[in-house]
């Protein structure tokens, strides 16, 4: 098991930043990934990174503002936000997986392990 804990949420103005974090419970994690929601639409990937390496995927709408890194030290992923956009507006969730999978990056049922999400509100 891996339990996921999100934190740094919070309001901003677009054009903005913030920082989210994901504490994980374990080091033996193979790839964590940011997903996010908003009211009415499906989940989404955002941005992905294979702990052993740090290498990186992007969703198209994010490249260029948001940047994935981590803490192994700290068992811990960050998502940099900036310029953000009302768009951006959703609940974010943090995902882990601890083995290889065939599925793309992008699908959120290669993930079993989920953080219970933090509210990011971008206002116009």
């Known amino acids: 098991q891996v339990q996921l804990e999100e934190s740094g949420g919070g309001s901003v103005q677009a054009g903005g930043s913030l920082r989210l974090s994901c504490a994980a419970s374990?080091?033996?994690?193979?790839?964590m990934a940011w997903f996010r929601q908003a009211p009415g639409k499906e989940r989404e990937a955002v941005t992905g990174i294979y702990t052993a390496n740090g290498y990186t995927y992007y969703a198209d709408s994010v490249k260029g503002r948001f940047t994935i890194s981590q803490d192994n030290a700290k068992n811990t992923v960050y998502l940099q936000m900036k310029s953000l956009k009302p768009e951006d507006t959703a609940m974010y969730y943090c995902?882990?997986?601890?083995?290889?999978?065939?599925?793309?990056?992008?699908?959120?049922?290669?993930?079993?392990?989920w953080g219970q999400g933090t509210q990011v509100t971008v206002s116009s």
């Open positions: 374990t080091r033996s994690t193979y790839f």
């Open positions: 995902a882990a997986r601890r083995e290889p999978s065939y599925s793309s990056w992008y699908e959120a049922g290669a993930f079993p392990y």
